[in-house]
């Protein structure tokens, strides 16, 4: 294994608290980050807004090279004899190809370079034996799988001294419409290029940029319509395989056009409508009405394929970007109304629980039983379309907020209804064997009532959305043979169709689904057709 040394701390200023100077990765001096020096090109660090554990930024990693022997970020701490020191920093793994290892006057604990997409802490506790300086910080080492770049995001790193900027001059306010653009470039930037234009001709463009690193631009734009332009001249987009990049347009604070997963160019339109004096102005919003008009009149799988076809080609936002989805739109405003994650392995409809989750504090995390932490349930599991295949594995429509501890109780079973109980959550979710006459003698996971319907209709939005390739996943698991009957057309074999069937009528679509369902459109671009028309079901299904 080669060795490549990063973020091991110096510090330009000297205290006897050993406080790290910008440890939180707030103060930069144009594109250097303040308090920190690079002496080596292996590494490159940029500011990270988009991925932060606390303030409002963080260090975006990109190590570049797995034959370095030194490439170093350093600061030295002043730490008096007889003091204990409490050194601390968060890792955010992107890919899993790198580790970094905490140093502390040496070489201390790891990160653990399997978890990827969430923050972890890495810390150490340290007795200095005599007043002296010492180096922290961090060392990177390489491991299976590094490709030759790889982003980690590096945060709050403890005890830590902050840098207090310099002022700035308050920019003029906009009396027209405020505009913001938010990019995030993948590990090839230089492939990419954007421009932004209007009516009287372009506006700004991009290009040149650097790798995994998040700009953001604001315009000040009168009434008028807008076109945003980006390019990838390799033809395979900004998002997932080669990191994690996208990009997102507000209009007054209202997203009005966002992507990531492309070819060579993704072009999307925009509107501003007049303003009225200090009103901000607006936008106009995408227009619902019209959104199924190509499938009027269809019936059977030919509304199926009609229905494909309007909601294909979604703009992927990434794995890691589901757990801001959650933080905004996954939260109990419908039950106890307290703002807590709404975990569907859970939430009891009629009363209280016995646990709740606080959004991004209590996500995922290590859990040794129920009430541990919330994570990332794919409804569909990922094992029966390949892993992290994109853009299944990130498809909001079907990725709910759940337990991890009920999640891995349910593993990869498939849905269905429990007969004898091996496992019950808190909230009467279900594992066991099927129950007589389901149509299937296996194991199956069942959960309640409440959100069952939601889980029928995120299946037949599956069925639809993939209905180019989901044909070829039968044969990839077990449980995926069980469930899907190899076609592109029913897609389920016939006793899991009849239950979702089932599900799907018996429990109704609610308020709480038709508000994700908007969310899941401003997120990625794409709606559930089956929670806006719950009647396509039949029309689909039970024509055939």
């Not at 290029?193 to 690193?213: M, P, R």
């Not at 700009?215 to 033809?235: E, H, P, R, S, V």
């Not at 698991?477 to 089932?502: A, I, P």
Request: charged share 15%; proline share 3%.
């Amino acid at each position: 294994m080669t060795l490549t040394m990063l973020a091991v701390a110096s510090f330009a200023t000297l205290s006897s608290a050993a406080e790290v100077v910008n440890g939180g990765f707030e103060s930069w001096q144009g594109s250097a980050v303040a308090g920190w020096d690079t002496i080596d090109s292996g590494i490159q660090v940029k500011k990270e807004v988009a991925i932060v554990k606390q303030g409002n930024a963080s260090g975006a990693v990109t190590v570049l090279t797995g034959s370095q022997a030194d490439t170093d970020l350093l600061q030295q701490v002043d730490v008096v004899a007889g003091q204990n020191y409490q050194f601390s920093t968060w890792i955010y793994h992107t890919e899993g190809g790198v580790k970094a290892r905490l140093y502390v006057d040496g070489y201390q604990g790891y990160s653990n370079e399997g978890i990827l997409g969430q923050w972890q802490q890495v810390s150490f506790s340290y007795n200095a034996t005599s007043s002296k300086k010492i180096a922290v910080g961090l060392r990177f080492y390489d491991t299976a799988g590094f490709d030759g770049s790889e982003v980690v995001y590096v945060d709050d790193f403890q005890p830590s001294l902050a840098i207090t900027p310099p002022p700035v001059d308050p920019e003029p306010s906009c009396t027209d419409t405020s505009v913001d653009l938010m990019l995030t470039t993948d590990n090839y930037a230089s492939e990419t290029s954007w421009q932004l234009q209007g009516i009287n001709g372009v506006i700004d463009t991009g290009s040149g940029l650097a790798n995994a690193t998040t700009y953001n631009k604001n315009y000040c734009l009168a009434a008028g319509t807008y076109q945003f332009t980006i390019n990838d001249a390799y033809g395979d987009g900004i998002c997932c395989s080669y990191g994690s990049g996208a990009y997102e347009i507000k209009v007054a604070g209202q997203t009005v056009a966002s992507g990531a997963t492309f070819a060579k160019t993704d072009t999307k339109e925009f509107t501003i409508t007049a303003t009225e004096p200090g009103d901000g102005g607006g936008t106009t919003p995408p227009n619902l009405e019209t959104y199924y008009t190509p499938v009027e009149g269809l019936t059977g799988y030919d509304l199926k394929t009609g229905l494909y076809n309007i909601i294909a080609g979604h703009n992927s936002q990434g794995y890691s970007a589901i757990w801001t989805f959650y933080e905004n739109h996954s939260l109990d405003t419908y039950y106890e109304n307290d703002g807590s994650i709404l975990d569907i392995y859970s939430e009891n409809p009629t009363g209280s629980e016995n646990y709740n989750y606080i959004k991004v504090t209590n996500q995922c995390g290590s859990y040794s039983g129920e009430g541990g932490c919330y994570n990332r349930e794919h409804s569909f599991p990922k094992s029966w379309f390949g892993g992290t295949a994109e853009p299944m594995h990130s498809d909001i429509h079907h990725i709910f907020a759940t337990d991890g501890f009920v999640n891995s109780k349910r593993s990869n079973y498939p849905y269905g209804e429990v007969g004898s109980a091996t496992f019950t959550s808190s909230n009467n979710s279900k594992l066991g064997s099927a129950a007589a006459g389901l149509g299937y003698t296996g194991t199956v996971f069942e959960p309640i009532d409440e959100f069952k319907g939601d889980l029928a209709r995120a299946y037949f939005y599956m069925a639809t959305r993939y209905e180019n390739v989901i044909g070829s996943w039968e044969k990839i698991t077990t449980y995926s043979d069980v469930v899907l009957n190899g076609t592109s057309d029913q897609v389920f074999e016939n006793w899991h169709l009849s239950m979702l069937l089932r599900w799907h009528q018996q429990d109704p679509v609610s308020q709480a689904e038709r508000d994700r369902n908007n969310a899941a459109f401003e997120h990625q671009g794409n709606r559930n057709p089956y929670v806006d028309h719950p009647e396509f079901v039949g029309l689909i299904w039970q024509a055939n």
